[in-house]
């Protein structure tokens, strides 16, 4: 469906994307995850046809950017950061205008406005002014826009930035039925959990280069499988730390005053736990508190960039 090849830009001097290349098969879903200005805007910018490409190539279910722009153009709908939509008309009429520019035909955009409106929820809406509606609803209204043609290759730039958990919720699970029924799409977003539960693969975009592109368990196995046990503890002697460090699939102690920081083997990390309490029992260790990290995004993240996805 997509196939980026060594895509470049650059703003005078400044190289905002410093070739990158990934492609996407028809129906994927895929993340794409970045710090603020490392480059997820610029990348999205060239694969739609909004600015032009410094080097590399773009093809769009077959039509390159640059070459059969138009062509790629009808096969992409954006959901852009900022609401794109004319506050004083309705919600229909908004979506009317907006597939008309798309090429429908009037009374083909009044028939599929109906058909979006009831996708996104907001049926009865449909007379209402944009004007009145609340964030979430203006957000569900701009994902119709982008509904209205079709397309096959969906791209959303952050759309649930500032929303109600309601609203949130709902363009979630409206972009899961869209892939599920074979629409491919391209999420950005700055919450980790959107991410790793709408898509299939994930990129991860730090100074215009690609530094991280796979499944979530394929990202995830990077930080070595292991599993970080996070202890606070009073009154512990040798013997218990001794005897936290020969523990079976402990790989590593860390113990800065009265914390304890336990590098275990992902697959054992429960038996670990078990084996902690019985030993602070039988060294008479209080044990004030106990955390378990697993290996996510958001610590992969975090090591390859050095910033949080919030950053």
Known sequence: ???????????????????ISFSLKKGESFGLLGPNGAGKSTTISLISGLVPLDGGEITVGGYAIGKDTNKAKQKIGIVPQEIALYPT???????????????????EAK??????????GLTERAKEKIETFSGGMKRRINIGVALMHKPE???????????????????????????ETGMTVI?????????????????????????????????????????????????ADEGFLS??????????VTVSESELKIEVAAAHHEKVVTSLLTEAAAHQTNLLSLQVHEPNLERLFLNLTGRTLRD
């Open 1 to 19: 469906m997509l196939q980026a090849e060594n895509i470049k830009k650059a703003y005078g001097k400044k190289t905002i994307v410093k070739g």
């Open 89 to 107: 008309l309705a919600a229909q009429e908004n979506l009317v205008f907006w597939g008309k520019m798309y090429g429908l035909t009037h009374g």
């Open 111 to 120: 028939k599929r406005s109906a058909e979006v409106l009831e996708y996104v």
């Open 153 to 179: 290759l969906l791209i959303m730039d952050e759309p649930t930035v500032g929303i109600d958990p309601q609203s949130r919720n709902h363009i979630l699970e409206t972009v899961k039925q869209l892939n």
């Open 187 to 235: 999420y950005t977003s700055h919450y980790m959990e959107e991410v790793e539960y709408l898509c299939d693969r994930i990129g991860i975009i730090d100074q215009g280069e690609m530094i991280a592109i796979g499944t979530k368990n394929d990202l995830c196995s990077r930080l070595g499988g292991d599993t970080i046990i996070q202890m606070t503890v009073s009154g």
């Open 243 to 252: 005897a936290v460090r020969s523990l079976a699939y402990v790989n590593d």
